[in-house]
């Protein structure tokens, strides 16, 4: 089944981004220079009177919200300026969540009951973390986690917030396959990448590829607006973790929309430069480079993935090993490319099989096995 042809809303107003491809690139070999059609203009593009000059050129305007955020620190009740639609809550001492808790405010200030933080997705180094969808509420409490120290949270708005006016390609690019949202199309604001001096907090890196690693987002399943939750992780990964960009290479939602994830660059396939390496991203702390992460929006713990996801979470994947010449089904060592850790893992892992985390969830990590199968025989 190939990816539906609509696209998720940035703003209810706005018209459908723009998508393009990338595809079942055959047995290339490994370190093959990669040359992508057409890539996005990432940048913000200036005043609607350029739109007709963009279109010329082969790009178009579409207009994003700016993400809000305000910060705040305890437990004490927050009352944010915006409808947030997301929270990000931040901690130390412990990765663990329980007895960690949530209750939201609406505008008439009526409150929810407490529910928990849940099992805290995927891990972070030096404590714990959230990204929890806030369906628009006013305000909030928390209760932090037992033995954990240092309690943050930041209240996003990801969908109401200033127009900004971005370049995207008036029509797909194509490398053949599997379609995807660039940075572009699902509102990567890239400022968000520098520090405020004006440099990369996160300068690309890039590696040979060795693994792939599959992840779990552990937030709402059934989401009105993937790509505001895309943002939002955007937003909690580069900022509030100090990442620099989003943890992630390719994230796909539960209508198998493909995102693009972590910037590398306008020369070579996404996640990869021109000579077929990987960027350096950020989703196993320790044992990142030359490791390709894939995330799944929504909770697999106890239910799998729609058939529109897998489906595309098994085609692209089948293009990355045929690009990159490497056995599915295979156990590899991974080693470290900057350090010389080492570690033996299956070709295509799950989250948990690097440390200790629940990600991509139990049903999500029953299912790898299916996956490589897949991949491997085209069924």
Not at 116 to 140: E, F, K, P, R, T
Request: some cysteine.
């Amino acid at each position: 089944m190939s990816v539906p042809p609509t696209s998720p809303t940035h703003r209810a107003k706005s018209r459908v981004t723009r998508r393009t491809v990338i595809g079942a690139v055959g047995a290339v070999a490994a370190g093959a220079v990669i040359t992508p059609t057409v890539m996005a203009t990432t940048g913000d593009s200036g005043s609607a009177d350029t739109e007709a000059e963009d279109t010329k050129a082969g790009t178009t305007t579409e207009t994003f919200p700016k993400t809000r955020s305000e910060a705040a620190t305890g437990e004490a009740p927050v009352e944010a300026a915006f409808p947030i639609s997301h929270l990000a809550v931040r901690w130390s001492g412990t990765d663990a969540t329980v007895g960690g808790g949530i209750r939201l405010r609406d505008t008439d200030g009526g409150e929810g009951g407490w529910r928990s933080l849940g099992d805290g997705g995927c891990s972070v180094a030096n404590g714990g973390g959230v990204l929890i969808s806030a369906g628009q509420a006013a305000g909030y409490e928390l209760k932090a986690p037992d033995g954990a120290t240092g309690l943050r949270s930041l209240a996003l708005d990801c969908q109401h917030g200033p127009d900004r006016r971005v370049k995207v390609p008036s029509d797909p690019t194509r490398v053949r396959g599997v379609q995807y949202l660039t940075r572009a199309a699902w509102g990567a604001d890239e400022s968000l990448r520098f520090k405020a001096d004006g440099t990369e907090n996160s300068p690309t890196a890039f590696y040979p590829f060795q693994t792939i690693t599959v992840h779990h987002t552990a937030m709402t399943n059934d989401d009105p607006d993937p790509a505001a939750t895309v943002r939002a992780i955007y937003q909690m990964h580069a900022v509030t973790n100090d990442w620099g960009d989003i943890g992630y290479h390719f994230l796909i939602d539960e209508d198998g929309r493909v995102y693009e994830g972590r910037y590398s660059g306008d020369d070579g396939l996404p996640a990869h430069d021109k000579d077929g390496k990987v960027v350096t991203a950020f989703h196993v702390g320790g044992f990142n480079s030359g490791n390709l992460g894939i995330a799944l929006l929504g909770t697999f713990t106890e239910q799998g993935p729609k058939e529109a996801a897998r489906q595309s979470l098994t085609r692209l994947v089948k293009v990355l090993v045929r690009l990159h010449g490497v056995d599915p089904q295979a156990r590899v060592t991974y080693t470290n490319p900057v350090n010389g850790t080492q570690k033996e893992v299956a070709e295509i892992s799950g989250h948990r099989d690097w440390m200790a985390t629940e990600c991509p969830g139990e049903v999500m990590y029953q299912e790898l096995d299916r996956l490589r199968t897949a991949v491997a025989t085209g069924r």
